[in-house]
């Protein structure tokens, strides 16, 4: 195979690849916890506070 | 490459003027000081329990919960994003800002130290409130 069929080869697969690896990026930065766009109010603050827990654990 | 760089940096210019994007720049402020509300209920709790305050301890979760709520609120409204939307981001958020600054003062007065990003979140809540003083009743 000649360098120019590898080349032209390599292209080929990228296009087919890139779907795939456009959906595995996506997935990753949705999933970043770190991710402004990614994340919620919800997931960054439980409904119950660590301040609640210490004061029952407090109150005891 | 010098191509490469000049796009990069011209992006980089584009981004940085919130005016032009405030739906995001607004996003990114709640979620920050949401950020910020967690870290410092997590030092309430801690300073609370060190120097067994149930006063500081409940401050704090009262103060949690109203920014808990509000950011919320000020979320949902961002969803929504139509005119009257707009408002109840800032004032939202501001209640939101306001409940962070109590969680602040009472962490500080338990004896906690305040890491960067609670000192940016309050840096930014103080915003937020002088945005609101002008907008919301």
């Known amino acids: 195979m000649s360098g120019i069929e590898t080349a032209i080869t390599l292209v080929g697969l990228a296009v087919k690849l890139a779907p795939a690896l456009e959906r595995i990026v996506r997935a990753g930065v949705a999933a970043d916890p770190n991710n402004p766009l990614a994340a919620r109010v919800a997931a960054v603050l439980p409904p119950v506070s660590e301040s609640e827990r210490a004061a029952n654990d407090l109150k005891r | ?137």
């Open chain 2, 1 to 137: 490459m010098k191509r490469a760089v000049v796009i990069a940096c011209a992006l980089l210019v584009v981004g940085c003027r919130p005016a032009e994007h405030p739906r995001a720049t607004l996003r990114a402020s709640v979620l920050t000081v949401a950020r910020a509300v967690k870290e410092v209920d997590v030092l309430c709790a801690d300073s609370a329990r060190a120097t067994k305050r149930a006063d500081v301890a409940e401050a704090c979760a009262d103060a949690y919960r109203t920014a808990r709520e509000s950011l919320l609120a000020a979320e949902a409204a961002l969803d929504t994003w139509d005119a009257s939307a707009q408002r109840d981001v800032v004032c939202a958020g501001a209640k939101g800002s306001r409940a962070l600054l109590a969680m602040v003062r009472a962490a500080k007065g338990a004896g906690a130290s305040l890491p960067p990003a609670v000192v940016d979140g309050a840096a930014l809540a103080e915003t937020l409130v002088g945005l609101a003083e002008r907008t919301c009743p």
